[in-house]
Nanobody, 124 residues
Framework: QVQLVESGGGLVQAGGSLRLSCTAS????????MGWFRQAPGKEREFVAA?????????????DYKDSVKGRFTIFRGNAKNTVYLQMNSLKPEDTAVYYC????????????WGQGTQVTVSS
């Protein structure tokens, strides 16, 4: 069973930065696509960013972002084993949400595994 553990959420003022981390208990980390989603109160969960780990070896990573976070958020694989990060800069109050890490095999279209979520609150 794949387990995802997130950390790094917290309270920050608008314009500030936070870095979220997600560590996966998998054997073949490079076989996965790792994503970040978020859910604000009263809203549906939405996609934020994803990285195709298999692509890292040849291109530095294949990434995708929600339009509203492009240029502010960066998803990347760090040196820590089986860990991806979401660096969030220039945070806005509308970024306030519970952020979830998710994983799927690169051959699957739906995310199969989810973390417990970490709260990010941006004050104005």
């Amino acid at each position: 069973q794949v387990q995802l553990v997130e950390s790094g959420g917290g309270l920050v003022q608008a314009g500030g930065s936070l870095r979220l981390s997600c560590t996966a208990s998998v054997r073949t980390f490079s076989s996965y696509v790792m994503g970040w989603f978020r859910q604000a109160p009263g809203k549906e969960r939405e996609f934020v960013a994803a990285i195709t780990l298999a692509a890292i070896t040849w291109s530095g990573g294949s990434t995708d972002y929600k339009d509203s976070v492009k240029g502010r958020f960066t998803i990347f694989r760090g040196n820590a084993k089986n860990t991806v990060y979401l660096q969030m800069n220039s945070l806005k109050p509308e970024d306030t949400a519970v952020y979830y890490c998710a994983a799927r095999m690169s051959t699957m279209s739906q995310y199969e595994y989810w973390g417990q979520g970490t709260q990010v609150t941006v004050s104005s």
